[in-house]
């Protein structure tokens, strides 16, 4: 069916409606006026911006919009006669983006979109409506903002079967948490920080509490696998529940903690989780600091292969919304998830009772004798055997902090435990488990 960009005859200017001009939106312009030359010798034909939308026309963008069709209704762009390719940079999955996209495809356009949460949500049906419309349906700034991760896994990596992928996904996270990792701050007085910055959205919600990650590692899983997206079957964790004092012991045990995204396919099914984790202080992921975003992946041919860069931020976002319009102005736009949409299977998904690793775990208990013997003779009741030990005791409220590392367990083993471990009635507070990544 695809790929409809053969019918852009000739060398005619392939024409954008743009709608959207907030960070990335208005980038993006800039992007296409300052390498026009470039893109255009690239593409093999122009590159024209014909058309936009946003809510404030008389807003000084930075950018020359002048012999630009404003319009004030987004959805006008899908039924314009001049524009070939819609680029929907408004964002949310439903309203507006969503029958944007939906009308933009059912009118024949290509739909180039930075929107993760709809393609998460709606991708599987938005790219089948997309290969019969014979139109291209494009989103590689959905994910890790200026790394080209679903290029890379699309059409880099094609010859791979791939096993695993991993990510740090959310800029918002790794800033707060290299930031508490640095200067030994709190959850909160970081997150203050990272909304004055700009960074976290207002409310935080969909940041720190993994779901912007989450939308993100979906549409990995169903390219990376060639299966159809399951928002509903991953397993989401977000950083609230990260303390400086997890900070320090996972530095004293030699590790860093960073908010990963990890999908993997095995002969069971797909497992895909976003949650906080342990990562070894010489690992690569252990390197990525502040906002910057990292892509790990791996495949039977190529092993792995690991990519760090900017993964929000206009510019660097623009930089893979203006890829995709360059791919499809070349005619090279390939299927939304690597395969005609009618091949993505029905994966059987696991849930966290399947994993096992390490783990690290903090008890707050009372400082008496025999605790810590209770604690590691309840944990092998469990099959749960202990690695490593650090205590923290507080003389003042004769309370201390015990942290330890397991060996490789079951899931099931360590929540049984911890459920067993919260009813002691030497423990104050319920046991705070992170899990120690294998990468
Ligand atoms: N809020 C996102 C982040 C922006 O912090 O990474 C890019 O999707």
Partial sequence: MLRAMIQIEGNKPLRLGIAGLGTVGAATCK??????????????????????????????????????????DALALARHPDVDCVVELIGGDAGVARQLVEQAIANGKHVVSANKALVAKHGAALSAAADTAGVAFLFEAAVAGGIPILKTIREGLAANRFTQFAGILNGTCNFILTAMEREGRDFDDVLAEAQERGYAETPPDLDVDGWDAAHKLAIVTGLAFGVKLKMDAMHVEGIRRIAAQDMQFADEFGYRIRHLGITKQSEA??????????????????????????????????????????????????????MDVVDLAAGRAAPSFGVASEKLKEAAFLDMTSHSGAYYLRLHVKDEDGVLADVTGLLREHSIGVERVLQDADEATQTAQIALITHLEKEVDIQAAIAALNQADYSINDVHMVRVAAI
């Fill in 31 to 72: 992007v296409i006026a300052d390498n026009q030359d470039l893109l255009s010798a690239r593409a093999g034909r122009a590159i024209e911006v014909v058309a936009v939308s946003a809510r404030d026309k008389s807003k000084d963008r930075g950018v020359d919009l002048s012999g630009v069709d404003f319009c004030d």
């Fill in 269 to 322: 099914g797909v497992m895909q989780a976003v949650y906080p984790a342990f990562v070894k202080q010489d690992s690569a992921f252990a390197g990525v600091q502040r906002v910057l975003n990292a892509t790990y992946v791996e495949g039977d041919a190529i092993g792995s292969l690991f990519m760090m860069g900017p993964g929000a931020g206009g510019a660097a976002t623009a930089s893979s919304v203006v």
